[in-house]
């Protein structure tokens, strides 16, 4: 809230020639950004800014400024957004305007709230709800991630107010939804001529976020879910996803003959296992995944090829949130009685990237990585390369998400532990974003001059 002034005459504005008349003066409440100082003289209108645009993608960082504040004014910034589910989220920070009554985020660190210390897009990372074990669900490409931030004084009222609005599809790039045979996904294809390298994106439950974000980058992707809304726990075919290689190989704006597979969690045994089984897979980006077939027994060319490794819940450990740790619950793939279930990695051709978090709660991401890769060692392949972030937990997504510590397991159906400790996850997850499509473009057969986006 800011102010005006106002100017009153009483009894009335209108009285007769002889009668007397009040002029007082006071204040009005408007929320333009307008200030009253003590003396009843105007300030300078409160700005609250996010540069270099409002409007950006995504995974785009915006720098959010503050300014006409008063010399050393303490004030809170607050962000709140709500999800596809209709779930809130906020965040809350304190900062000091400097000397000239401005705030930086780029170069301010935050007294109190949801952190502390210097975070250009830390209001973003700590969106929280009220309600415990809540992910943001921002799933849909149509639809922008919307944030309004704000800037209040200390008593709570409104200085100034911004939308940010975060896209995830570029201009010109094209989603098209994909139902062949057993094949049921979204296909997202770059403006221009192309041609362009072709990724299936694997991602456990159907999510266009991480699709979309890379057709922005000059890929064509294919997001495709493990599991669909009624899953077969009975068996899971290999050859349905070979399907989706087969359907991107033959897209006309495709570079090359050879795809691109990124994954994460139970998408990251598929992923190894089409490198492993099915022609035409070249480059595999795995995330906290297994090296082993997890759950559900693998059929390929109907037979079965892989056994699954499964659970023993006595391992499971509650903690006082409610949330459940499950890294201990998985069994054993080094087992000799779960040697089935282990994917035959270094029959594979193509280029791995592994990436694990070692504070990953969900399961030993890390160890997982350390087995294949000495596998791999042992067949003299040097086919792959890893990535290990210390204190990032299980969701690696791309940036400036919220971070989730903890939410509803979406097969297991009970709240779990994710890990991560927020600063460290969103640095992890900036640095693999990239990461990611550097290793895409270098091992995707792709003329760089010719797959880059037109946008």
Known sequence: MSAQVRLRLLPSARCLF????????????????????????????????????ARCLFDEPIQVKVAGLRSKQVVTLRARST?????????????????????????????????IGVEPMGLLRSLKADA???????????????????????????????????????????RVPVKEGNMQGVLFTPPGEGPFPAVLDLCT?????????????????????????????ERMNLDDFEES??????????????????????????????????????AVVWINGCSANVGIPLYYKNRQILSPLMFD??????????????????ENPLA???????????????????????????????????????????????????????????????????????ALHGMLRFPVMWGGEPPAHAAAELHLWKKIQDFLRTHLSCNPAQNKSKL
């Open 18 to 53: 002889d009668e007397p008349i009040q002029v007082k003066r006071g204040v009005l409440r408007i929320l333009n950004g307008v200030k009253l100082s003590a003396s009843g003289s105007m300030s300078a209108q409160v700005r609250l800014r996010l540069l270099p645009s």
């Open 336 to 406: 000799e009685e779960n040697k089935g279930s282990v994917v035959p990695i270094e029959r594979a051709g193509a280029h791995f990237l592994f990436v694990a978090s070692e504070d990953d709660l969900n399961w030993d991401s890390k160890g997982y990585l350390d087995d294949m890769v000495a596998r791999l060692k042992r067949h003299q392949k040097k086919n792959f390369e890893c990535v290990i972030y210390p204190a990032a937990g299980h969701l690696l997504e791309p940036p400036y998400g919220p971070h989730c510590p903890s």
């Open 205 to 233: 439950f159907m999510s266009e976020k991480r699709a979309s974000l890379l057709a922005n980058k000059g890929f064509i992707v294919l997001a495709l879910p493990v599991f669909t809304d009624k899953p077969n726990l």
């Open 83 to 115: 999800d596809e589910r209709g779930v809130a989220f906020n965040s809350s920070v304190s900062y000091r305007a400097d000397g000239r009554g401005e705030i930086d985020l780029s170069r301010d660190a935050s007294l109190s709230g949801s952190y």
């Open 313 to 330: 819940f006595s391992k499971v450990i509650p903690t006082e949130s409610g949330a459940n740790i499950i890294k201990k619950a998985v």
């Open 245 to 282: 290689v087969h359907f991107l190989q033959n897209q006309p704006k495709v570079s090359s003959k050879g795809v691109g597979v990124i994954s994460r969690s139970k998408g990251g045994d598929i992923a190894l296992s089409l490198a492993a089984f099915v022609p035409g897979v070249e």
């Open 132 to 174: 415990l074990h809540k992910y943001f669900y921002k799933n849909k490409a149509l639809e922008p991630f919307m944030v309004n931030f704000s800037v209040h004084e200390e008593e709570g009222g409104m200085l100034a107010q911004a939308t940010n609005e975060r896209r995830l599809m570029g201009d010109g790039v094209r």
